[in-house]
């Protein structure tokens, strides 16, 4: 083999540089000659030695020279192959398919492979997929396990022709072109425990406080309270103490703990068994005691870690209390939240932020009113209540609608083309925008999230925001708002801003379409007095109801047609029932104007069948599916929708999503049912 390989190259010309010399001394020969005679034949002589040599060189020598160069490389290959073998990095060579063609020895070791196994890559770490080999075209790293440790795998593909370029500059050889890939084992178990140890050490800031600390005292014997406070203290400070932490008293009611970062996800293990532990706790008082927790991890400082304890506790006390809610840096997660919300009696809060809203509008020259997506009666009765204080305010409001639904057209044709109220009352998004200015003040109404509103954009144009909404908060909410007055135990927004009414001046008269637009609100939120209903409920329909509200014609407006009320009989006759307590069906769009408003009642139908903790009907419009799910008291249907990227309240909820078909959300819902079912989430 060694005699018929081929002289080419850099070495092939190198080794005829003899026989181009000896035509340069044959031409020296020639002119010597012509000057002397003598000379030349002793140079000719001299020459013709020359000749033969380096003939004899070329020709006879070439094959053993060829023959010790093959046998310097392959004792240097095998030298870099030993170095390679005996290396204590895990190193392999594979094709583009992931078979292992060579391996050194601790890549064998850590595979436990008989050599010449041929083992594949993929079956070796599965985290490595075909994909990953297919579109391979730089160094890629994957994370994996394997046995009892953990290794960065790098991958980095080699092309034969680019290690056999100088080869081919030297003997002019030219290698196939050919994809392998280089793969590195790097060992992170030791690295991954001791980063997990830091992480266990870091320190998480907590914050308790007591929901209903004065109901529950007063639902007590004086003689008994200060017995009832000290059990609730020993119960929190056992449960802190339980995982070595510290939890100080900061108020009567409130309390800061602290405790390692090793101990959440015990905490979330157990879902914060703490929340119904201290309902547990009963000297006879009448109102059993809840508590809100927020948590707060990951921040840059414990300083930080303090502010995001602090935004947590206020996201779990804006959602109902009752639960807890950790914030993680970005990532925000909640827990429990099954109990109803609690009724304030008092109307102390709904006084100050009426004032509070009064001395925003007073500095300011132009009001924007806004409410969500496909607007409810609820959002527009709303912002009717809203429009009413800015007039009786003698400032210019306009309420913000793009697009209205058949719910929402019968009320707002009472303000259309009426010489009460002035042509430009209703603005779509883009004509709002243009009025934007210094002097406007934005009133969201029966939303906090941004991305449902009717008009997000004027939420980046407008400096002055407030909010007014009923639902519990999300991990997205306004965060840029001045004034923001979520109350979750309300029945409705327009309950809200009828207190509001009440308490931002004196003698504020409204019309009766206002009226009516308002007390429609309450009408629909509560399905006519049945759900989410309590004493201020009922007292702010009274007062709409002094005010000129006429029951009998706001029930004439929201009369069904008859295609909805088929579709809606429809959508209760095909409805399923899934695993015995979950009612789920599906609205028919065709001729339905507004499925969306439709699957509604029809949720709100199927709480009336026996059995059914909750129901979610879905519908299809312009493309994206809408749920909407209604519950009476046994299931947090807000929670159900969140983990389907919608929000809500805890009884009236819906999501929204985009790209699928109904048979595709339908099993997304099952999935977040079983899943809530078997972490304890629904009862």
Known sequence: MKEKIKVK?????????????????????LIIGAVNLTAGLVMCGLTLIYIVIALWIYVYKRRRLMAGLVEFSAEYAWVQKKLLADLNLPYAVADETGRILWMNREFLRISKEEKGSGRNLISLFPEVTKE????????????????????????????????????????????????????????????????????????VAGLIYLDNYEEALESVEEVRRSLLMALIDRKISKYIAGMNGVVKKLEKDKYFFTIKQQYVQELQDSRFSILEEVKTVNIGNEMAVTLSIGMGMNGETYSQNYDFARMAIDMALGRGGDQAVV????????????????????????????????????????LLIMGHKLSDIDSFGAAVGIYRIATSLNKKANIVINEVTSSVRPMMERFMNNPDYPEDLF???????????????????????PSITDAP?????????????????????IDNAVLSYVEPYASSTCEMVAEVLQYIADGIKIKSPEADAMYAGIVIDTNNFTNQTGVRTFEAAAYLRRSGADITRVRKLFRDDMNDYKA????????????????????????????????????NELLGINGMKASVVLSQ??????????????????VMMEKLGGGGHRTIAGAQLPGITIEEAIERL???????LEKGDIS
Not at 9 to 20: A, M, R, S
Not at 333 to 358: D, F, N, P
Not at 577 to 590: D, L, M, Q, R, Y
């Open 9 to 29: 190259g850099q070495l092939g010309l190198y080794l005829q540089w003899p026989v181009i010399l000896s035509v340069l001394l044959v031409i020296m020969n």
């Open 132 to 203: 990953t080999l297919a579109e391979l075209k730089e160094t890629v790293s994957v994370h994996c396990e394997y046995g009892e440790s953990k290794y960065r795998i790098d991958l980095k593909p080699v092309l034969m022709e680019e290690d056999g370029a100088e080869a081919t500059d030297v003997l002019g050889s030219e290698a196939d072109r050919q994809k392998l890939i280089a793969i590195y084992l790097f060992d992170e178990t030791e690295i991954l425990k001791y980063r997990q140890e830091i992480n266990d050490q870091k320190m």
């Open 327 to 366: 914030k993680d840096a970005e990532k925000i997660q909640y827990y429990g939240g099954k109990s109803q919300q609690l009724e304030k009696t008092t109307r102390v809060k709904a006084r100050v932020k009426a004032h509070a809203l009064r001395e925003l509008m007073e500095t300011k020259d132009r």
């Open 427 to 449: 603005l779509t998004g883009d004509q709002a925008a243009e009025r934007v200015d210094a002097n406007t003040i934005l009133v969201v109404v029966d939303v906090n999230r």
């Open 457 to 477: 954009a004027l939420l980046r144009m407008v400096k002055t925001i407030v909010v007014l909404d009923h639902h519990r908060q999300s991990s997205e909410i």
């Open 568 to 603: 809606k009989a429809e959508a209760v006759r095909m409805a399923e029932v899934f695993e015995g307590a979950f009612a789920i069906s599906v609205c028919p769009a065709e001729g339905v104007e507004n499925p969306t408003i439709v699957a509604a009642q029809a949720a």
């Open 621 to 638: 419009y312009n493309g994206t599916i809408y749920l909407s799910a209604r519950s009476i008291d046994e299931v947090n249907v807000q």
């Open 670 to 676: 099952k999935t977040v049912i079983i899943e809530m």
